[in-house]
Every structure is written in C-alpha cells, then in structure tokens.
C-alpha cells in the first residue's frame, strides 16, 4: 500500500479525538515505509534518477534491513505495548504502526518484498496482491475518501 495511504487509515482510526492526534497516527502509519525507504527515495530524487519503482538489485542491502525491523508485528507490537505501559491511552496512535503491517500483509507479493511480519523469527510469507494493481489501488483510494468524507460528515460519532 502507498505510504500516503498508510498515513491516512492509521490517522483515521486511531488519530480521531483531534488533529495533533491524527498527525501522529499519520506519522506512524506511515512511518515503517518512510524509515525503510525515504533515504533511498531522497537519494535517487537528488541524484536524478527519480523513483520508477525500485528494482531489487539495486536496492541497498541496509533497506532490507530496516524493512524488516519495520514491517514486523513483533517488533511494532512491543513498542506498543511498552508506549501504552508509559504513556497510557496516550499511546493509542503507535497502533497506526501494527495497522500498517496489517495492510500490508495481503497486498505485497513473495516476488518484491513481502511482509516480514513475525520478524525476527521465521515469517511463512503470504503471496499476496501487489498495492499498484490497478483495482487494489483504487478500491483502496476509493475505500479512504468515502471514510474520508463520512468521518466530515458525521464527525467522531460511530461511523468506522
């Protein structure tokens, strides 16, 4: 899934109360791709290669790394853990992080990174759907804005 959208499905479930809190879920939901990739992004941006989709061999071997500290729901399940026995409910956006893996999951194929969720331990990948499948990208798009629009029409009450 594309980082953006990441962002926006963790600040809209957990980031509702109020725009600082949706920042902050935003920030996490996105966060495990923007750790993983933004240097490598930046990167080929300054250099002028632009970003057409990455190609594995050229990809760094420490992004590899990262994706995997990044994209594991052990990893992002401890923080949470120890982020909601600190700081209490205060902590709720860091579930936007699990969230992110969670999506994840079904639309990254075993051919181009797929979710290393159990990470550290032996993760049984799944072959899922790629995100930029055309109609996975757009039932995602179209999914967010009608949440979108709703959540502006109907406010906090119970609507996802």
Do not use: Q
Request: charged share 10%; with cysteine; aromatic share 18%.
């Amino acid at each position: 899934m594309d980082t953006i959208s990441h962002g926006l499905w963790g600040g809209m479930a957990f980031g509702r109360k109020n725009k600082r809190l949706f920042i902050v879920a935003f920030l996490f939901g996105a966060g495990p791709d923007v750790v993983a990739f933004g240097w490598e992004f930046v990167r080929r941006i300054l250099a002028g290669s632009g970003w057409h989709g990455p190609m594995v061999e050229s990809i760094n071997s420490y992004i590899f790394s990262l994706y995997n500290i990044t994209h594991s729901l052990v990893i992002s399940v401890a923080i949470l853990l120890c982020g909601l026995i600190v700081f209490k409910s205060k902590a709720l956006p860091f579930a936007a992080w699990p969230l992110h893996i969670l999506f994840d999951i079904p639309v990254h194929s075993t051919r181009f990174f797929p979710t290393p969720y159990l990470w550290p331990f032996a993760t049984p990948f799944f072959d899922g759907i790629p995100w930029v499948t055309p109609w996975v990208f757009f039932l995602n798009w179209a999914a967010l804005i009608v949440l979108l629009v709703a959540w502006k029409v109907f406010g906090n009450k119970k609507v996802l």
